[in-house]
């Protein structure tokens, strides 16, 4: 019998007994320490390099564009860091386990749903990790533009801007906690639009890091451990809520279009 689809050989590999915190980790360990170096890798290509190239979502899937080192003085604007952030998280999105199972329509529902929400707790782990009271660009400023600062209250101010870095004080959460908690952000089966064969193997793959995350608690926190995992979960219902903060602040544009064009990319994942 032929195997023809990625889902039938995926589900064929658990039934010949892949465990469930997937086939090349043995330990959590090495589950968190694959996952460090590719964030790490990330990190470096965003402060390090930039993309001359303006693509859009589906280009990028097909090739990742090239990337040119940036020279130590060099400053991006607003746009460019966002177009990087963007660009570098997919990148990282892509090197997960489902990125190979995936057909190709599903990959852009997925990298559309997921990009824009990842790569938003990256920035706010980077800026709670430099003790910074707001969510900041690499170069230190503010994700607000300059030009809708005198449409916004202060109260909406201080939420677009510190509500998830508040949170994430409030949590004080580790690294590995980070990690795991991105990792089941990314795998969310519960996207519209994807095909029964994609939002299956998005199921298998986030409860390998559900799994890994409440594993990780119940190590760390002992008795505390189930009461850690809900609170860590809970941080997507304030990302979420960022997002819609975000989508507000694009909405303003409507009145003071942005002074910088907005690279392709980057219009469509905030159109999502």
């Not at 209250?153 to 998830?164: K, N, Y």
């Not at 990792?183 to 994609?198: H, I, R, W």
């Not at 850690?228 to 303003?252: A, W």
Request: hydrophobic share 40%; glycine share 2%; aromatic share 10%.
């Amino acid at each position: 019998m032929i195997l023809a689809c990625k889902l039938c050989r995926f589900q064929k590999c658990l039934n010949l007994g892949m465990k469930l915190n997937t086939n090349q980790y043995v330990n959590l360990s090495d589950l968190i320490e694959s996952l460090s170096r590719r964030n790490s890798d990330r990190s470096n290509k965003l402060m390090g390099f930039q993309c001359l190239d303006d693509p859009n979502l589906a280009q990028v899937i097909e090739k990742f564009p090239a990337l040119t080192k940036k020279s130590t003085d060099e400053k991006l604007t607003k746009s460019e860091w966002g177009f990087m952030e963007q660009l570098t998280t997919l990148e990282f999105i892509n090197k997960f386990e489902f990125a190979q199972l995936l057909e190709t329509n599903d990959l852009h529902v997925i990298f559309k749903a997921t990009c824009f929400k990842t790569a938003t707790l990256i920035k706010a782990i980077r800026s709670y990790s430099i003790k910074s009271a707001f969510i900041q660009y690499p170069d230190g400023e503010s994700i607000v533009p300059h030009q809708l600062v005198p449409f916004c209250t202060d109260d909406f101010l201080a939420r677009v801007q510190s509500r998830l870095i508040g949170k994430l004080v409030e949590l004080n959460i580790k690294e590995e906690e980070f990690l795991l908690l991105t990792s089941v952000l990314v795998c969310n089966p519960a996207v519209d639009n994807l095909s029964d064969e994609g939002r299956s193997i998005l199921t298998i793959q986030q409860k390998i890091y559900t799994s890994a995350l409440f594993q990780y608690c119940l190590i760390t926190y002992q008795q505390q451990g189930p009461s850690r995992f809900t609170e860590l979960l809970s941080v997507c219902h304030v990302i979420n809520k960022h997002i819609e903060d975000i989508g507000q602040l694009c909405f303003m544009f409507t009145f003071r279009p942005p002074t910088e064009k907005y690279k392709r990319l980057c219009a469509e994942l905030l159109s999502s």
